[in-house]
């Protein structure tokens, strides 16, 4: 199993979360984004620079993820698309998006742009809470233990 970051907006504490566990369990761990990123040095860590480009993150590790690799991602396109080649995907708030989930939240960007263009003001997502934090390493942490590591 390799874990994936869509690195891009992935907030620094949940990276931090993940860098200790690629440690703690010596699973491989790569952050795309189209940044260049600092990691620690790590034999377990690394992170891939792709070109600037409209999805093109998105696109590399679709790519790159076999079935059985968990991803790191806010992205509701993205992680619908890991659902179908049998990757799991984790949202940086602690939620695991299934094949159900997916599909109600699908709808939502369209719904939200509607609002928007009627002349609604909608506030993007509030920041990160402890919380979300602790919810993100309590997930993480069950989905490796069922996973036997």
Not at 74 to 90: K, R, S, T, Y
Not at 97 to 105: H, K, L
Request: proline letters at 7%; charged letters at 25%; glycine letters at 6%.
């Amino acid at each position: 199993m390799h874990i994936w970051v869509d690195a891009d907006a992935c907030p620094a504490v949940i990276k931090d979360i993940l860098f200790r566990v690629a440690e703690r369990t010596k699973l491989p761990l790569t952050l795309v984004a189209n940044r260049l990123l600092r990691v620690p040095p790590s034999p377990y860590i690394r992170s891939r620079q792709v070109p600037k480009g409209f999805d093109v993150a998105d696109r590399h590790i679709i790519n790159e993820v076999a079935a059985g690799d968990l991803v790191i991602t806010a992205d509701i396109p993205l992680a619908a698309a890991l659902i179908e080649q049998g990757a799991f995907a984790l949202s940086p708030r602690g939620e695991f998006y299934s094949a159900d989930t997916i599909r109600e939240r699908l709808g939502m960007p369209d719904f939200m742009e509607g609002l928007r263009g009627a002349g609604v003001d909608i506030a993007g997502p509030p920041a990160l809470s402890q919380a979300d934090r602790q919810a993100f390493a309590r997930q993480l942490d069950r989905f490796l233990a069922r996973r036997g590591r």
